[in-house]
């Protein structure tokens, strides 16, 4: 009997329960938040679970101060997670930029909702695509990862931690209202089965230490505040001893530089899955959980004889501008169903570059897009 594997623990969870599940594998020891629909579960469980790890929870008065507790909580050393939605998003983006220009590890949760303003509290979206990218102003570098089903949620939230602390990077972690909370199956696996990734320390003395001088992977070791490296932190553009600059030269190198390490990382953080594309002639591309509508209409599609296959982006931003380029040479149509007027299309049609056509299908009135809507689309457009 003791010979015999471990089973992983199986759970009937809530997508964001499965997210703070996910959180705490990956490590998690700080959370700090504000409470907004459809975001507030998860903050609810790291409230309950946190203190018995030794972790911290903390509501803060608004959105602008959780993100700003993240940060001093990350650079104190402490895997850090704040979660949103739309409206709360939008007011964490000026401390976004700032730990993206101090190369802060931490991760967001946006649980999407109808915008803009307050929008739609309860009801799904996808709006906030181009948001993820470039809600905070200036070239910064970021993550972004879309799960479409609960499991997925917990295995992205630990992903996301990893590449935040590979990185040095904020990471997004993007759901929206439907699997935030809806529930499902999730298989909970065993600690030692998790790879969890952990900042770079300094492998030198406090006297030697420059807090932004990369390694060769162009990612610099952090020392964290409280164990005797003494740093400056700012949010103007910096030297590698942290101090500001004005030398042209050094600010170039500087930007180039923090986008470089993710951009040439690429390979590494691109996550997607293919269904059927190997002859697919028409090709849909989808996250969250409108892939979920997406994959069931592939199948009803193969049931009618039409070659559709799906492409599923569970890494938005960095973009998969290479595979989506092959993809439109191989097909002659793509179809990208989302929930808002177009954001990810966009990207799909400059990354095709014409060499297929590129149709949007968006639904912004709260509601679910549904397989038979998205079969009617294809019908419709080979027609065309």
Same mark, same amino acid.
């Given at each position: 009997m003791n010979n015999l594997k471990k089973k992983n623990n199986i759970k009937l969870l809530q997508g964001n329960e499965a997210c703070a599940e996910g959180a705490l594998l990956a490590g998690v020891k700080f959370f700090a938040g504000y409470p907004i629909t459809?975001?507030?579960?998860?903050?609810? &469980?790291?409230? $309950?679970?946190? #203190?018995?790890? =030794?972790?911290?929870?903390?509501?803060?008065e608004d959105e602008i101060a959780s993100m700003a507790a993240v940060i001093g909580a990350s650079i104190a050393g402490l895997k850090s997670l704040t979660a949103t939605s739309g409206p709360g998003m939008c007011l964490k983006q000026e401390n976004l930029?700032?730990?993206?220009?101090?190369?802060?590890?931490?991760?967001?949760? &946006?649980?999407? $909702?109808?915008? #803009?303003?307050? =929008?739609?509290?309860?009801?799904?979206?996808q709006g906030d695509m181009m948001q993820a990218r470039w809600g905070t102003h200036g070239d910064h570098p970021i993550i972004a990862l879309a799960p479409s089903t609960v499991n997925e949620i917990l295995t992205l939230t630990i992903k996301a931690f990893n590449f935040s602390e590979k990185y040095r990077t904020p990471v997004i972690l993007l759901l929206d209202e439907v699997i935030a909370h809806m529930r499902e199956k999730v298989e909970i696996p065993a600690p030692e089965d998790i790879e969890v990734v952990n900042r770079k320390k300094p492998t030198v003395p406090p006297e030697e230490y420059l807090p932004f001088r990369p390694d060769e992977d162009g990612v610099p070791p952090m020392a964290n505040f409280g164990e005797g490296y003494r740093y400056h932190i700012t949010g103007?553009?910096?030297?590698?001893?942290?101090?500001?600059?004005?030398?042209?030269?050094?600010?170039?190198?500087f930007i180039r530089r923090i986008n470089d390490k993710i951009n040439k990382n690429i390979k590494d953080i691109l996550i997607y899955e293919e269904y059927l594309l190997d002859d697919a002639k028409i090709a849909l591309i989808a996250y969250g959980s409108v892939a979920r509508a997406a994959e069931r209409t592939v199948k009803l599609a193969r049931e009618e004889g039409l070659k559709v296959g799906l492409l599923k982006l569970l890494t938005i931003w960095p973009f998969c501008f290479e595979k989506v380029n092959r993809l439109a040479q191989q097909v002659d149509l793509i179809i990208v169903p989302e929930m808002n007027?177009?954001?990810?299309?966009?990207?799909?049609?400059?990354?095709?570059?014409?060499?297929?056509?590129?149709?949007?299908?968006?639904?912004?009135?709260?509601?679910?897009?549904?397989?038979i809507e998205i079969l009617g689309k294809i019908r419709e457009e080979i027609k065309k």
């Open positions: 459809p975001s507030s579960e998860i903050a609810e &469980n790291m409230a $309950r679970k946190l #203190p018995k790890i =030794g972790g911290k929870f903390i509501q803060m930029g700032f730990a993206s220009i101090n190369e802060i590890p931490c991760v967001v949760v &946006n649980a999407q $909702r109808g915008g #803009p303003s307050t =929008g739609l509290p309860t009801k799904p979206s103007l553009v910096h030297s590698e001893k942290g101090l500001p600059i004005s030398d042209s030269q050094q600010i170039d190198h007027l177009g954001q990810m299309a966009l990207e799909v049609e400059r990354a095709s570059q014409g060499k297929c056509r590129v149709v949007p299908y968006g639904r912004v009135d709260g509601e679910l897009i549904n397989p």
